[in-house]
């Protein structure tokens, strides 16, 4: 109250002074409020009207401090003291009221248990203690994993269970993200130079590049950044482009000339860029002969042809005269020289010949009869000429009196004067005498000695009878000199023909056919001994003649002509090659060889007595004799019937599927065998595995096994009214087997159907087993794939995949689910605004139009729905098909995939029957 009055007495006598001076109350802080108004009028902040602010003034000035302060918190009524408020009952205070906390979001405030730090720890206990809108037990992406276990209860990819894999998510929830052996790990390699070239012998694998590695491996030296691929290449010893060649096509590289006679000057034409000299290479390239050691600049003029001095001109100053010696007699012709070093060919020294055409004249030569002046003395022929003798009949005998003289023999002549008869060539010294009336030998006169026996030849065989004969030089006309024949009316009875069976003396020896020791017994006839008289000779004791002895014949195939032998009622005579045989007796009645025991001819005697044969009367059969003809023969498969058993006809046969060594199993199936050897449950119908909902096996039996599968998708689930669930796609191919190796075959079941729109419980329409994703309310659950894969429970062992269909969407299903693949499945229906989700490709899952964070397809795995409003769930497959993330639309179908198969694969968009998914598949 002093305060008051204080301030209210000075304000007074100011009001008096204005009064009387006409002055206007002072504001001392400049906040338009005079002394007399302000409550504090050195404070700029304090005046009537002024905003309340939480430290402990009066800014408005009306008596009261702190209330209403622009600054106050908000404090939340904490009813069951745990700290936490009712954010529905609230204070606006500059300091917490009584009972009033600054934390709000307490969804209980009557239990201290339900608060936001409470822990719920108990999977079990549907209370959401922490008030965060979700309770633990919940499994809100199916993944079979609850909210308090799973680190993303949102995508069902992400699960303690599942695999980690390079996409930056902790997807097996351990708190690593992409850790080491996730799958799609790439491989980066240390680049200790830092030249952005990695050590392909220093890797490591990792989803990204570890500090200090690359994805490049093609450093060829990570010790130096000057080396790498693409690098310029200088002399420095190193391999600087990773060539594999060190200073190969250097930049810096010296010219280097081949100095191939080592006399330090080079060839220009042979030049190599190096960084060294090579061996044989100078630096100097002005060598004018590279071949000659003794020629390069400033050697000295030699007489040898070259340039020595390489000064472009050759023996200059260093040669003498030649001259031409065109006959070789070694004399020359002085009338044509030339100079030279050495005497060049057809060239001499000496220039004395008086004729250098004729090599047998020169000075010195002997004189010769050859019309020419052999010596060079001026004279042709002197004393060397020698007399000749007309030979007029050219035997090369002359006539005496008819001669002349002469270097050579003229035509016509000859030196030798000795002819007798100068007009017959058949008449002269030595000739033989022949029967012409002619001396031909110039002896004793004409046909001296010359006389002969002749014998008439009437069959003209040359050889004539002895009781026709003549004598004279010549024979006459059918007669010859041989007087031998024996019968000259037959050419071919003569002593030069050969004896043969035919009944005639054919060489005229006195002796006819066997008689005649010089028989041909190429024409006798081979005869065996027939001495049980059943037709059939012994082939050990034969005869070879013309005639044949009795009890020969000319069969030589009996086994048993011992006319002693007798078996029981049996003699000899019963085994020959037409006898019936009895098997089994140890004898061979038809003489056909083998075992007795072996009726079938397989080479394997009958089990009964002895031998291993298990069925002797089918020679493809000896063993186990799984022929398939019956259940206890029945055989592993139709392959096998066709590769071992030789069946090639098309039928029914026994197949033992387990080839167990216990046939009781075994089926009558149908076996395709022109097709090669596949095994069919029945005549145009595969063995089939239905959807169960559990794994499936195949287990090859004992053998190599091709299994050729043909597997549907499931279908998305239906709607409430309609059928507008994606249908499944189908893929096909041929996996082979290991003897004994296990097939795992995942068959997709449907998704659960649609309810009615925005009708029961959310989140419950499961997806078909096998990857299909969850719908809920009006919309479907995904169809799951059908795949078969080498390892259980292993996505990445699968080698063929048929995708399932996608959950139809919206208004009990108005909008249809996309079908599975193909090499992608197909989209959701939709319109502008309800876009449904994408199929799965060969390389990635489904997109999501609106949720591409949530709601995408996975590797084997459809997308869940993301809210509550009649969405479907994407297809199973090889990538999943997509939901669309948001209400109201159609899913994805899942793709399908034939890669791993081995042979004859393909695909089929949405081509699989309606409802649970199947596979089916024949085997060889």
């Known amino acids: 109250m002093r305060l008051v009055l204080a301030l209210f007495l000075p304000l007074a006598l100011m009001g008096c002074r204005k009064t009387e001076e006409e002055e206007p109350p002072a504001d001392g802080d400049g906040d338009g409020f005079s002394a007399l108004e302000d409550?504090?009028?050195?404070?700029?902040?304090?005046?009537?009207?002024?905003?309340?602010?939480?430290?402990?003034?009066?800014?408005?000035?009306?008596?009261?401090?702190?209330?209403?302060?622009?600054?106050?918190?908000?404090?939340?009524?904490?009813?069951?003291?745990?700290?936490?408020?009712?954010?529905?009952?609230?204070?606006?205070?500059?300091?917490?009221?009584?009972?009033?906390?600054?934390?709000?979001?307490?969804?209980?405030?009557?239990?201290?248990?339900?608060?936001?730090?409470?822990?719920?720890?108990?999977?079990?206990?549907?209370?959401?203690?922490?008030?965060?809108?979700?309770?633990?037990?919940?499994?809100?992406?199916?993944?079979?994993?609850?909210?308090?276990?799973?680190?993303?209860?949102?995508?069902?990819?992400?699960?303690?269970?599942?695999?980690?894999?390079?996409?930056?998510?902790?997807?097996?929830?351990?708190?690593?993200?992409?850790?080491?052996?996730?799958?799609?790990?790439?491989?980066?390699?240390?680049?200790?130079?830092?030249?952005?070239?990695?050590?392909?012998?220093?890797?490591?694998?990792?989803?990204?590049?570890?500090?200090?590695?690359?994805?490049?491996?093609?450093d060829c030296n990570d010790s130096s950044d000057a080396a790498h691929p693409g690098g310029v290449e200088v002399c420095d010893r190193l391999d600087n482009d990773c060539s594999g060649d060190v200073d190969d096509n250097a930049v810096d590289a010296a010219t280097w000339y081949a100095d191939g006679d080592r006399d330090a000057f080079g060839n220009r034409a042979v030049a190599v860029r190096l960084c060294e000299a090579p061996v044989g290479f100078v630096g100097d390239a002005t060598d004018c002969?590279?071949?000659?050691?003794?020629?390069?600049?400033?050697?000295?003029?030699?007489?040898?042809?070259?340039?020595?001095?390489?000064?472009?001109?050759?023996?200059?100053?260093?040669?003498?005269?030649f001259f031409k010696d065109s006959d070789r007699d070694g004399f020359g012709d002085a009338a044509e020289s030339l100079q030279a070093c050495e005497a060049p060919a057809g060239f001499v020294s000496d220039a004395t010949d008086c004729d250098d055409l004729h090599a047998a004249v020169h000075p010195g030569a002997g004189e010769v009869c050859d019309a020419l002046d052999n010596d060079c003395d001026a004279q042709v022929d002197e004393g060397v000429t020698a007399p000749f003798f007309r030979d007029a009949d050219r035997d090369g005998f002359g006539d005496a009196a008819d001669s002349l003289r002469a270097c050579e023999a003229p035509v016509g002549y000859v030196?030798?004067?000795?002819?007798?008869?100068?007009?017959?060539?058949?008449?002269?010294?030595?000739?033989?005498?022949?029967?012409?009336?002619?001396?031909?030998?110039?002896?004793?006169?004409?046909?001296?000695?010359?006389?002969?026996?002749?014998?008439?030849?009437?069959?003209?065989?040359?050889?004539?009878?002895?009781?026709?004969?003549?004598?004279?030089?010549?024979?006459?006309?059918?007669?010859?000199?041989?007087?031998?024949?024996?019968?000259?009316?037959?050419?071919?009875?003569?002593?030069?023909?050969?004896?043969?069976?035919?009944?005639?003396?054919?060489?005229?020896?006195?002796?006819?056919?066997?008689?005649?020791?010089?028989?041909?017994?190429?024409?006798?006839?081979?005869?065996?001994?027939?001495?049980?008289?059943?037709?059939?000779?012994?082939?050990?004791?034969?005869?070879?003649?013309c005639a044949g002895t009795p009890g020969y014949v000319l069969d030589?195939?009996?086994?048993?002509?011992?006319?002693?032998?007798?078996?029981?009622?049996?003699?000899?005579?019963?085994?020959?090659?037409?006898?019936?045989?009895?098997?089994?007796?140890?004898?061979?009645q038809d003489c056909l060889g083998g075992s007795d025991y072996d009726q079938d001819g397989d080479g394997y005697d009958a089990a009964d007595y002895g031998g291993l044969d298990q069925l002797d009367t089918d020679a493809s059969c000896w063993d186990d004799c799984r022929d398939g003809s019956s259940q206890a023969q029945a055989s592993p498969s139709c392959g096998d019937l066709l590769d071992t058993y030789g069946q090639t006809s098309d039928g029914s046969y026994w197949i033992d599927l387990t080839d167990d060594g216990d046939p009781s199993d075994a089926i009558l199936a149908w076996c395709d065998m022109t097709g090669g050897g596949w095994t069919w449950a029945a005549e145009g119908e595969p063995f089939a595995l239905n959807y169960t909902g559990v794994v499936q096996q195949i287990t090859a039996p004992d053998r190599p096994t091709s299994y050729l599968f043909t597997l549907y998708g499931g279908s998305g689930g239906n709607g409430y009214y309609s059928t507008h669930g994606g249908v499944g796609g189908v893929a096909w191919g041929e996996v082979d087997a290991a003897p004994g190796e296990t097939l795992y075959v995942y068959v997709g079941g449907k998704g659960t159907d649609a309810g009615y729109q925005d009708a029961d419980t959310a989140n419950t329409r499961?997806?078909?087993?096998?990857?299909?994703?969850?719908?809920?309310?009006?919309?479907?659950?995904?169809?799951?794939?059908?795949?078969?894969?080498?390892?259980?429970?292993?996505?990445?062992?699968?080698?063929?995949?048929?995708?399932?269909?996608?959950?139809?969407?919206f208004n009990s299903c108005v909008y249809a689910g996309g079908a599975g693949g193909g090499a992608a499945g197909d989209a959701g229906a939709g319109t502008a605004g309800y876009l449904g989700g994408g199929g799965g490709t060969q390389s990635a899952g489904g997109v999501s139009p609106a949720q591409p964070t949530y709601c995408n397809g996975a590797f084997g795995q459809g997308a869940n729905n993301y809210q509550d409003n009649d969405e479907g769930g994407g297809g199973g497959g090889w990538y999943g098909g997509a939901a669309c993330g948001h209400d109201n639309c159609a899913a994805?179908?899942?793709?399908?995939?034939?890669?791993?198969?081995?042979?004859?694969?393909?695909?089929?968009?949405?081509?699989?029957?309606?409802?649970?998914?199947?596979?089916?598949?024949?085997?060889?």
């Open 415 to 545: 030196s030798d004067a000795t002819d007798c008869d100068d007009l017959h060539a058949a008449s002269h010294p030595g000739a033989a005498e022949i029967c012409d009336a002619l001396d031909n030998d110039c002896v004793g006169g004409p046909d001296d000695g010359l006389d002969k026996d002749w014998f008439v030849d009437t069959d003209g065989d040359g050889f004539g009878h002895s009781a026709f004969r003549v004598v004279a030089c010549e024979g006459p006309a059918g007669f010859v000199q041989d007087g031998t024949d024996c019968d000259d009316r037959q050419a071919l009875v003569n002593p030069g023909m050969t004896e043969v069976c035919n009944g005639i003396d054919d060489d005229c020896d006195l002796a006819v056919d066997d008689d005649d020791p010089s028989l041909d017994v190429t024409t006798a006839t081979h005869r065996y001994n027939d001495r049980d008289g059943d037709g059939y000779g012994d082939p050990l004791d034969a005869e070879l003649t």
């Open 892 to 924: 994805g179908g899942g793709s399908s995939y034939f890669g791993g198969v081995d042979r004859a694969g393909g695909t089929a968009t949405g081509a699989a029957p309606r409802g649970q998914g199947r596979a089916e598949y024949v085997f060889r």
């Open 39 to 218: 409550c504090d009028d050195a404070d700029p902040a304090v005046f009537p009207g002024a905003m309340e602010r939480c430290d402990g003034v009066d800014q408005d000035c009306d008596g009261a401090v702190d209330e209403e302060a622009e600054d106050a918190g908000t404090w939340f009524l904490d009813a069951d003291g745990d700290g936490y408020g009712n954010p529905g009952v609230t204070r606006s205070e500059c300091t917490a009221p009584d009972g009033y906390v600054v934390a709000a979001g307490d969804c209980d405030d009557g239990d201290a248990d339900f608060h936001p730090g409470a822990a719920e720890s108990d999977c079990t206990d549907p209370a959401d203690y922490n008030c965060d809108g979700s309770v633990g037990y919940v499994d809100g992406d199916g993944d079979g994993f609850p909210a308090c276990q799973d680190c993303d209860d949102a995508l069902a990819a992400v699960s303690p269970a599942a695999l980690e894999a390079c996409d930056g998510v902790d997807n097996d929830c351990d708190g690593a993200v992409d850790e080491a052996g996730a799958s799609g790990e790439l491989t980066w390699y240390s680049d200790d130079d830092q030249d952005s070239y990695g050590d392909p012998l220093d890797a490591r694998r990792a989803c990204e590049a570890p500090a200090g590695y690359v994805a490049d491996n093609r």
């Open 556 to 588: 030589d195939t009996d086994c048993n002509d011992d006319p002693a032998f007798s078996l029981d009622a049996l003699t000899a005579a019963d085994v020959h090659p037409s006898a019936s045989e009895t098997w089994y007796d140890g004898l061979d």
């Open 766 to 809: 499961y997806g078909g087993w096998n990857g299909g994703g969850r719908g809920t309310r009006g919309g479907s659950g995904g169809g799951g794939a059908t795949d078969v894969r080498l390892a259980l429970g292993d996505l990445s062992s699968r080698v063929l995949v048929a995708g399932g269909g996608g959950g139809c969407g």
């Open 289 to 321: 002969d590279d071949a000659d050691a003794a020629t390069w600049p400033g050697a000295p003029e030699r007489c040898d042809g070259r340039d020595n001095d390489c000064d472009t001109q050759v023996d200059e100053d260093v040669t003498e005269a």
